[in-house]
């Protein structure tokens, strides 16, 4: 906290630094705690020398209260990684000034070997730092405190950079003394047709609405999916595998039966109830316990019956617990129950004018117990029964787990190092409630699209490219997760790079890149080391198109979460989800404020009106650039035991950390 300007403004100011890439924005997030007695309006005024600053509207803080107070800066395209820029905000008070915060910026946000550093070992300027570098190196050596001395460079932390120091990098730098971008990929771009990518979403919507109005895995609507996707690629001469793998699936082996024994024996009719899935096999018979029910009911999602411990207080054990729909999900509701010792669970609708029908669902995972939906009217009479005394009930439910196949879909150039794969990757089935047109229709689209053009072109790539199109990963990466476990050890190191593209096309967007290298901060973790270089090809991809773009989290909601857990370096493309956008990205993309990215997402509106076609085509021009950039680098990574070979077995300091996973393979 900053000393105060004025210490009658009774106002607390701290700040948390959000760093950001070149053409993106850095975001400082203040907390701002009116301590006195009357409500305060507190505004900002940014300094930030040659950045232009966003900054939100004045807002009335309360008495005793605190508001978060977001200012943004935009890095210039210029921007170079590693740059430092002082940044100042005050906070001014009923129109005086009440404090002023001092903010440091630094872009990219960590030390980097590369060609801001690294690459000034390379004395002889060859495009890499090499043995005949070493002899050079006593004429250039410099000391702490002398000008060019850069602790970063100092891997001993000797006070010098010498020859050990120039040894620890021979050969590490090849790739990063290259161009950033050395490729043309204009004819790729060019043959990223728009109409191209519109003429596959609108196949993909057709085969929804031919099957019930989803593509979901273990439906005909994913099926038909994965034969439109593989007729194209082998059309364009790919040899194409379809990859199985067996999602274990809840099958109802016989109808449910539910009966009130007493008082006043009654037979519920099979269109009053329903098996949940996941509902365990057996027949229950015990008193039946009401939990926390809201009968008549209240507004749409606000029954919290069996939300909280505290509504099993008291209960039964053994008996059946009868819950409602409410603000919390099924699975949370059964395992509430359980712990309670619950014999049996229904589960019956809210009671609006819209949930009186029969409540079906899943209770997550396989469960030891039966349970049941029911419809409004059902539990209404099971709670009235109860008003004369004690109940008892029959359940009875019959299902079990079995497998069923569902596929990957996988092709690869002919040409290129097989222990060099670039891997594109995209989720090919929608979830059940749409056709998932956005979601991932848009990154599937774009991914068959570029290898249709990679044949099309008879691009030759050094390395291999490889393309994906998963199975289930609405159900829970499923597919994605399945490719990585078979891999052995070998075939997963071959993998220099997994590329995800999932959603690209949302209505409300933003250009998201995902945060290989940390820089969001905070709780957003980084990828794999090489992830950050990946980031950097697209972000500078963008930059040179003068297109903003932000980073965005790798929060393990899509296919790249099993690469980066086998360590495998990660990156892609995103425009958002359910997120709403926020004033500073509305005047960064357009766009509206306080609307969702995807107002559709996984919705049944996700359909072919669903999708920013410009965005859309912005970024399958990235994905092309970004694409053919790593396949046609031969320096990435170098050979396996070249650094085992020159004495860099062992935990590496910072910065040659950041490429040893890539130079190691």
């Not at 008193?287 to 009968?295: N, P």
């Not at 072919?608 to 650039?625: F, P, Q, R, S």
Request: proline share 6%; charged share 20%; glycine share 12%.
């Amino acid at each position: 906290t900053p000393a105060l300007g004025q210490a009658a403004s009774d106002l607390e100011v701290s700040g948390l630094r959000s760093a950001s890439s070149p053409g993106a924005t850095v975001t400082f997030t203040l907390s701002v705690a009116n301590r006195g007695a009357a409500a305060t309006t507190v505004e900002l005024d940014a300094d930030g020398a040659a950045w232009t600053a966003w900054l939100p509207e004045p807002v009335e803080i309360p008495a005793g209260t605190a508001r978060d107070l977001v200012v943004g800066f935009e890095v210039p395209l210029g921007a170079r990684d590693g740059d430092i820029q002082p940044l100042s905000v005050a906070v001014l008070a009923d129109g005086g000034r009440a404090a002023t915060q001092e903010l440091v910026a630094w872009i990219g946000g960590r030390a980097r070997i590369g060609r801001q550093t690294g690459c000034r070992f390379d004395l002889d300027q060859d495009g890499s730092v090499s043995l005949d570098d070493v002899d050079r190196v006593e004429r250039h050596l410099t000391r702490r405190g002398e000008p060019g001395y850069d602790p970063n460079l100092d891997f001993d932390h000797s006070g010098a950079i010498d020859r050990f120091d120039v040894e620890r990098t021979v050969d590490a730098l090849r790739p990063a003394c290259a161009p950033l971008i050395e490729v043309d990929s204009q004819a790729l771009q060019a043959a990223m047709v728009p109409a191209r990518l519109r003429a596959h979403l609108e196949a993909l919507q057709a085969i929804a609405d031919a099957n019930g109005g989803n593509r979901a895995a273990r439906t005909p609507g994913f099926e038909a999916s994965v034969d439109y996707v593989a007729a194209a690629l082998e059309a364009a001469g790919y040899a194409v595998t379809r990859q199985p793998f067996d999602i274990p699936t809840f099958v109802e082996q016989a109808p449910p039966a539910l009966a009130r024994l007493t008082p006043d024996p009654l037979d519920f009719g099979v269109d009053e109830i329903a098996t949940f899935g996941s509902s365990g096999t057996g027949v229950v018979t015990a008193s039946l316990a009401a939990v926390d029910l809201q009968i008549p009911p209240g507004a749409v999602n606000s029954s919290t019956s069996g939300c909280q411990d505290q509504d099993f207080a008291g209960f039964p054990a053994g008996a059946v617990a009868l819950m409602q729909r409410g603000t919390c999900g099924y699975a949370e509701k059964v395992n509430r129950a359980l712990a309670a010792g619950a014999s049996a669970v229904i589960l019956m609708n809210e009671g609006q004018a819209d949930r009186t029908g029969v409540l079906r669902g899943s209770a997550g995972s396989m469960r030891a117990i039966p349970v049941l939906g029911a419809s409004y009217a059902v539990g209404e009479a099971l709670a009235a029964s109860l008003d004369s005394g004690a109940v008892t009930l029959r359940v009875e439910a019959h299902g079990a787990l079995v497998p069923q196949r569902c596929w990957n879909v996988l092709a690869e150039t002919a040409g290129g190092r097989e222990d060099r794969v670039i891997l594109l990757g995209g989720h090919l089935d929608s979830v059940p409630a749409g056709p998932g047109i956005n979601d991932n229709g848009s990154g599937s689209a774009a991914i068959l699209e570029l290898a249709l053009q990679v044949a099309a072109l008879d691009i030759k790539p050094v390395n291999k490219l490889r393309f994906a199109f998963w199975g289930g990963e609405e159900l829970g990466l499923l597919g994605s997760r399945h490719y990585v476990e078979q891999l052995d050890p070998a075939a997963r190191s071959d993998i220099l790079a997994n590329l995800n593209f999932d959603m690209i096309g949302s209505p409300n967007f933003f250009r998201g890149v995902y945060d290989g290298d940390g820089s969001m901060g905070g709780d957003a973790p980084s990828g794999p080391p090489g992830s950050g270089e990946i980031e950097q090809l697209f972000t500078g991809y963008f930059a040179q198109r003068e297109l903003p773009q932000d980073p965005t989290a790798f929060d393990g909601r899509s296919d790249y979460g099993p690469f980066i857990a086998a360590g495998i370096p990660a990156g892609g493309l995103f425009t958002g989800a359910e997120a709403e956008k926020s004033a500073l990205m509305a005047r960064r993309y357009g766009g509206t404020e306080g609307q969702a990215y995807d107002a559709c997402y996984h919705r049944a509106c996700d359909t072919i009106e669903n999708i920013d076609w410009t965005v859309l085509d912005e970024m399958a021009d990235a994905i092309a650039h970004t694409s053919l950039a790593l396949a046609m680098d031969r320096y990435l990574p170098l050979v396996s035991g070249r650094l085992g070979r020159l004495g860099l077995d062992g935990p590496p300091r910072e910065p040659i950390g950041l490429l040893l996973p890539w130079l190691q393979r």
